[in-house]
């Protein structure tokens, strides 16, 4: 039996063979556990890095935005106070028997009237149409003072309304005393204010709180002349103002309100608080100084003071001041 025969004439037409190519494991091998852990911890770095940066940043912010607010805040108490000076009131002449003007605008009362306690570093009192119960009339006793009690200095309010309610029916105020013939000079004293501000338990707070951490409030008032009254003023004595005249010379009148007043206030941050417990006599003997007129003076002489004292310097940061000049409506 015949087997047919095929005979490749071209060779170079045969299928190329595949080429597999081989390739070893240890080419395409993954990270090893010393790598990852490399590589976990230059990311622990830079998250690190950006949450340095960020925490920093919020701080400042932070600490910027609380700086703006205690400002505002001094500044609100500052202003609140000038708004009820602008009113206060000419004292009234009494017309029968010679007794002093029954109203009166008084700055740093005498002591024997008003304990030096009240005096951080100073205190005023007048009279003002802002009664909020007027069935009594419209007129209420204001005044403004710095008390430290327990190592906190407190702004506090004096107010005493004509009419209060007792036992449900509103009544002439047994603490208004402003009209008070026989003794003109009772509506303010330590009693009194006492009586007014403080309550029998003092554990309950002061009912005269307006604002804490007041290390002291300074009152400057001038005449219409622009001359600066004495520190301790009395409109019911009033001071003399000199007015020139068209012929060269000069008038003398008597006046009995300032026309300027101006109010300054120093502050300090709650979060410094329990820092002034050990230097709460320094503080209030600092803002006594007869020669310290105001908060940007009081700021000063602390920060001279601090120099060599630590425990003064920790303060600096958290102290606010603030001074407003009013014009009292009622002066001219």
Known sequence: MLIPTFVLENPSFMPASPVIRRVRS???????????????????????LFTIMFTGTSKAWLNG?????????????ADFIGTELQGALLPVAQSTGG????????????????????????????????????????????????????????????????SVKIDGVLKPNPQFL??????????????????????????????????????????????????ELPREYDSRVGYNC??????????????RL???VQVSLAQIDSRYASRLAVVADDMRELS????????????NRLETASANRED???????????????QLQNAR
């Not at 951490?213 to 009152?219: F, M, Q, R």
């Not at 007015?243 to 003398?252: A, L, R």
């Not at 020669?291 to 700021?299: E, I, M, P, S, V």
């Open 99 to 162: 007794a002093p003007a029954n109203l009166q605008f008084i700055i740093n009362p005498p002591v024997d009237r008003l304990s030096a306690d009240y005096r951080n570093a100073d205190c005023i009192f007048w009279q003002a149409p802002l009664a909020r119960e007027t069935s009594f009339g419209e007129i209420a006793q204001v005044g403004y003072f710095v008390k430290w009690e327990n190592a906190v200095p407190m702004l506090c309010r004096f107010f005493v309304n004509p």
């Open 288 to 299: 006594r100084e007869t020669n310290t007129r105001d908060a940007a003076q009081f700021l």
């Open 312 to 326: 003064l310097k920790r303060l600096l940061p958290g102290i606010r001041i603030y001074t407003t000049q009013v």
């Open 258 to 260: 300032p026309a300027t």
């Open 242 to 255: 000199q007015f020139p005249t068209t012929g060269g010379g000069t008038v003398t009148e008597q006046r």
């Open 65 to 77: 935005e609380g700086h703006a607010e205690r400002r505002r805040n001094v500044r609100a108490i």
């Open 178 to 227: 402003i009209y008070q013939d026989a003794n003109p000079d009772l509506w303010v004293s330590s009693s009194v204010v006492d009586e007014v501000v403080k309550p029998a338990d003092v554990d309950a707070g002061y009912k005269g709180l307006f604002a804490e951490y007041v290390l002291g409030l300074w009152i400057r008032s001038f005449g219409l002349d622009g001359v």
């Open 26 to 48: 240890g080419d395409a091998r993954g990270f090893t556990l010393l790598e990852l852990m490399i590589a976990m911890a230059i990311l622990a770095v830079i998250m690190t």
